[in-house]
């Protein structure tokens, strides 16, 4: 298993709480209904909360801000991802993915990578 991973940062526009809201109530059900499209196993979204414990974090280790969410996404192998996603209908679902991602994500704040999981 694969895994995509987004670390995401919410639209300058938005609150965290709209952000919230638009990820879990429109943008997750509109990716889940789409999954076998794209390949996808499983999908789980991790919303940031608000608590001292983040500024504690972020100071104790001079890191930079926390991002407001991360997207997880399961896939067999690459080879499945890159089939769900060079197929006509894979296109067709990330073009519309990456325009609905324009209503509540900062692109230019946020990043993606490919990762394989290791368990202790």
């Avoid at 407001?68 to 894979?90: H, K, N, Q, T, Y």
Wanted: aromatic share 12%.
């Amino acid at each position: 298993m694969i895994k995509f991973v987004m670390c995401i940062t919410r639209h300058p526009s938005m609150t965290r709480e709209d952000f919230k809201d638009y990820w879990l109530n429109r943008h997750g059900p509109f990716f889940m209904e789409n999954a076998g499209a794209m390949r996808a196993k499983k999908y789980v979204q991790s919303h940031t909360i608000d608590t001292p414990l983040n500024e504690g974090l972020r100071s104790s280790r001079n890191m930079l801000p926390e991002y407001d969410g991360v997207a997880e996404v399961w896939f067999e192998s690459e080879e499945e991802l890159i089939a769900g996603m060079s197929s006509p209908e894979g296109q067709k679902l990330g073009a519309a993915l990456l325009e609905d991602e324009g209503n509540f994500i900062d692109h230019a704040k946020s990043s993606a990578f490919i990762v394989k999981e290791y368990e202790f």
